[in-house]
């Protein structure tokens, strides 16, 4: 699911409609190969990731229903019942200001992408 993600996004960043939506990167690629990103984003890239989403969304209501397991509150609240004798995750300072750098890099490589459109 994450690949085909990541795929959709990159095809979207070099896409070209010949209407009114270019992607941020498209003058770094050539025509023929942004035609064939913007086949994948608007056509086959689109139903695949809506398909993967939808098997994602049946697997988590399976946990649920069948097997009795909720998923989706301990990815909400960031706490599961584990049994007795589990080590415990490590939490610390560090393991934080990494967590924050990590996300700083990332909002900064979108906004570096964002300014190459304009």
């Keep these: 699911l994450l690949g085909v993600l990541a795929?959709?996004?990159a095809s979207g960043l070099v896409a070209d409609d010949e209407i009114a939506n270019v992607g941020p990167l498209n003058?770094?690629?050539?025509?023929?190969?942004?035609g064939r990103a913007t086949h994948w984003h608007k056509d086959y890239g689109q139903w695949i990731l809506?398909?993967?989403?939808a098997l994602h969304v049946a697997a988590?209501?399976?946990?649920?229903?069948?097997?009795?397991?909720n998923l989706v509150r301990p990815?909400?609240?960031?706490?599961?019942a584990l049994p007795t004798g589990t080590p415990a995750a490590m939490d610390s300072a560090a393991t934080r200001l990494l967590?924050?750098?990590?996300?700083?890099l990332c909002a900064g490589g979108v906004g570096w992408v964002v300014s190459l459109g304009g």
């Design 75 to 80: 990815m909400l609240v960031g706490d599961k």
């Design 99 to 104: 967590a924050l750098v990590l996300a700083a």
């Design 7 to 9: 795929l959709q996004v």
């Design 27 to 34: 003058r770094f690629v050539s025509g023929a190969l942004a």
């Design 60 to 69: 988590i209501l399976y946990y649920l229903l069948g097997k009795r397991r």
């Design 50 to 53: 809506l398909a993967l989403v």
